[in-house]
């Protein structure tokens, strides 16, 4: 494993220094807001210690990494493959247009997280949160999974106009009870057990990353946002 | 029963004596326009479904049909207009936004058409391209003013990435999905074969398409579809749409009919989800945000791709290329209110933005004075017709232009502006496969390399006639140019001087 002290390196310096270590395994140390890390990669794990600028895994194309702070806006924008795994918060459109891999994001994401994620056959993005998040949740979703684990059991656990404009993907919530207005795209119910059945396997995998009891987050209630149409603007428009 | 206010614009005039009832109008026309009554034993019209396409016209074999426009009128009225009765009546009926397709019809000014280029009387003599060397061989990206020297005093190449191309004419961003496969690889051959580079538009790239990858610009707009890491190192330039001439701050909407399943795996979205991009990049808010999109593409192609902001040409437009230009973007693509689109609200269409040559001007200038041209290419589109727009683009500021409109019309276009309905009776805006196989890729990329050849060769003669021998004396070289019927404002902001002055 390759370590990298990333004490007074600016992205270029620290980017470049991941993308040509002959390691497969890299360990970055005291990293201190450097962009763009891990930016479209596929064949490395990346371990950082500190926390890591915006735009995190970007164009991820399967590598790993493990961040063991918060991590800023945009992590995994439009990643392809691969899995970031945060021991903090993340900030501002987690997974924007996220088209495949995983995100697990131990506490809490910030407004527009997994905004336009999408999905196509194998390509399946997943992000996982264990708090709560902004507002604009879903935003424009297409496809993919979002789950909001609500480990602390808040009663608000998203902001305003989760799912605006949804029409693929699901959005799993974690709380009995639901304090919150979804806009006439999204149709709202309470997740079945074949609904849960879905996701088993992503929660027992955040469980076993995080160590803690799947099983209490299995037998749960969860509501389970899905968007009413596929073509939500058919209607919109006429001929000229 | 409401009565569904609906009158035909046009009228298929059929000649009686030169009908045979072979009934191949019929087969071509996709809006159902023709029929066969077999009581009256001969061809009739439901004209109320015609969209103006030339289909029949040039399909019938004994050229007994025409459309001619419909002297049907209203009371006539300069304010109300046809067109503006009609609209109401549409809304009326159906509570829908006015969709439409291709650029801005209105009679806004052209100031293509009001400026005049120069050539060389006796001193300076003019030059024949077809006898002496003619270099229209331009270079987008972002140039370094400063020469670096090693300890041997060779030249370090400090330069970075650059596009070449053999003539300063690109095919702009049409994607995969609003036009056809055939158009698509048509596009692709026709730049590889040309040494230019066409773009893939924001539906991502099919996988067929990935050979002519040195010939292409990827483009990533606000839905990001298609986009993954062979993606963004496919093309030559990586593009990030901001804005589009024809609808400036909307985004776009691709309906689910036509995420067929081919579009559908070159999108990454399911068959017959709509495809939606929103208006803004949602993670764009400041030009420091879009800094960040513009170096994250860097990264992730390792900073061997000149990346390119495309952006609406809009009332700020100057003030908004000079933050781009320090965005670090390479190339400012910039596109006029007469820019085409496969479908856009029509009010937005018809009322927003600013004409493209207005726009180069402001741009252009601002950079000289700020100090950063050099720091960015400029590539302007929104309606260049002819070889004549091309040679004005450039000496107004333009390092290159973009042409779309242009090389649909080359495919076999015919300007019915109904791209939105999928029912392209040339084959070109529709992924209907009984219309879509209407378009020969082959010959329709033939066409297009005879267009910009001629474009080029044209361009050539013109320069040759200024005393230019190179397109890079021609560049900003607003000098060669005069203005004709424009007012003190308009010259100002263009930056050249009056006829006769």
New interface residues.
């Given amino acids: 494993m390759q370590i990298i002290d990333c004490e007074n390196k600016d992205y270029t310096q620290v980017c470049k220094e991941v993308r040509t270590s002959e390691d497969v395994d890299v360990c970055l140390q005291n990293c201190l807001g450097q962009r763009y890390i891990g930016a479209g990669l596929n064949n490395k794990t990346i371990i950082i210690d500190g926390v890591p600028g915006n735009a995190l895994g970007a164009y991820l194309d399967g590598a790993n990494i493990e961040v063991k702070a918060s991590v800023q806006d945009a992590v995994g924008d439009t990643m392809n493959a691969g899995k970031i795994l945060v021991r903090g918060s993340s900030g501002d459109a987690t997974g924007y247009a996220m088209r495949g891999g995983k995100i697990y994001i131990r506490d809490d994401a910030g407004y527009r997280t997994g905004i336009h994620m999408k999905a196509y056959k194998e390509n399946f993005p997943i992000i996982m949160i264990g708090g709560k998040c902004g507002s604009f949740l879903g935003e424009y979703m297409a496809g993919g999974i979002i789950v909001v684990l609500n480990l602390k059991d808040e009663k608000q656990i998203v902001g305003n106009f989760t799912g605006v404009g949804m029409h693929g993907g699901k959005i799993f919530l974690r709380t009995s009870d639901l304090n919150a207005n979804f806009p006439p795209q999204v149709k709202c119910e309470i997740a079945t057990k074949e609904d849960i059945k879905e996701i088993e396997k992503y929660i027992v995998e955040y469980a076993n990353d995080f160590d803690i009891d799947a099983n209490k987050l299995l037998s749960s209630q969860y509501h389970i946002l899905k968007p009413n149409s596929a073509n939500p603007y058919k209607r919109l428009y006429t001929a000229h | 029963m409401a009565i569904n206010m609906v009158e035909p614009l046009y009228e298929v005039s059929r000649n009686a004596t030169r009908c045979i009832n072979c009934r191949i109008c019929e087969k071509e026309c996709s809006n159902l326009v023709h029929s066969y009554d077999e009581n009256l034993k001969a061809m009739i019209s439901d004209e109320t479904k015609c969209v103006n396409c030339h289909r029949c016209v040039v399909m019938c074999p004994t050229h007994a049909l025409k459309i001619v426009k419909s002297d049907n009128c209203f009371r006539e009225n300069a304010n109300w207009t046809q067109d503006s009765i009609m609209?109401i009546y549409?809304?009326a009926?159906?509570?829908?936004?006015?969709?439409?397709s291709m650029g801005n019809p209105e009679p806004f000014p052209v100031y293509w058409d009001k400026i005049l280029i120069n050539a060389s009387q006796v001193t300076n003599p003019s030059i024949d391209p077809l006898r002496e060397p003619m270099e229209t061989k331009t270079f987008l990206g972002a140039k370094v003013p400063d020469i670096k020297r090693d300890e041997n005093g060779d030249i370090v190449n400090n330069l970075p990435p650059q596009i070449e191309l053999s003539t300063p004419i690109m095919f702009s961003a049409m994607s995969y999905g609003s036009i056809s496969y055939n158009a698509h690889s048509a596009l692709a051959q026709a730049a590889t074969k040309l040494g230019t580079l066409y773009n893939t538009g924001e539906g991502g790239l099919h996988k067929d398409f990935y050979k002519y990858g040195a010939n292409t610009i990827v483009q990533i707009a606000?839905?990001?579809?298609g986009?993954?890491?062979n993606f963004?190192e496919a093309g030559a330039a990586i593009e990030i749409k901001m804005g589009q001439g024809a609808k400036p701050g909307i985004g776009g909407?691709l309906?689910?009919t036509k995420v067929v399943e081919d579009v559908?795996?070159t999108?990454?979205?399911?068959e017959?989800?709509?495809a939606?991009s929103?208006a803004p990049h949602?993670?764009i808010y400041s030009i420091e945000d879009l800094r960040?999109l513009v170096?994250?593409?860097k990264?992730?192609?390792?900073y061997k791709k000149p990346v390119i902001v495309k952006i609406a040409a809009v009332h700020n437009v100057a003030v908004i290329a000079s933050g781009v230009a320090r965005s670090g973007a390479d190339i400012i693509a910039i596109d006029g209110f007469r820019g085409g689109t496969g479908a856009a609200?029509?009010r937005i269409r018809d009322n927003v933005g600013i004409p493209i040559e207005l726009a180069l001007a402001a741009v252009d200038k601002r950079l000289r004075d700020e100090g950063i041209r050099d720091k960015v290419s400029i590539i302007v589109g929104g309606s260049i017709r002819n070889s004549s727009d091309i040679i004005k683009a450039i000496a107004l500021g333009a390092d290159a232009c973009y042409i779309a409109t242009s090389a649909l019309i080359a495919m076999g276009c015919h300007m019915c502006r109904?791209c939105?309905?999928g029912r392209c009776n040339w084959g070109i805006a529709t992924q209907r496969p009984d219309l879509t196989k209407r378009l020969d890729a082959d010959e329709a990329s033939q066409k297009l390399v005879n267009l910009v050849e001629a474009w080029t060769h044209e361009i050539k003669e013109m320069m040759g006639g200024m005393g230019i021998n190179s397109i890079e004396a021609l560049r900003g070289n607003r000098l060669m140019l005069r203005g004709i019927g424009l007012t003190e404002k308009e010259l100002e902001i263009l930056g050249i001087m009056h006829a006769g002055e």
Avoid: C
């Fill in positions: 609209t549409n809304q009926q159906t509570g829908g936004v006015l969709l439409s606000s839905g990001r579809f986009v993954s890491k963004i909407h309906p689910g559908s795996k999108r990454m979205i399911p017959g989800s709509d939606i929103p949602h993670d960040q170096y994250s593409l990264e992730a192609s390792n609200p029509t109904s939105h309905l």
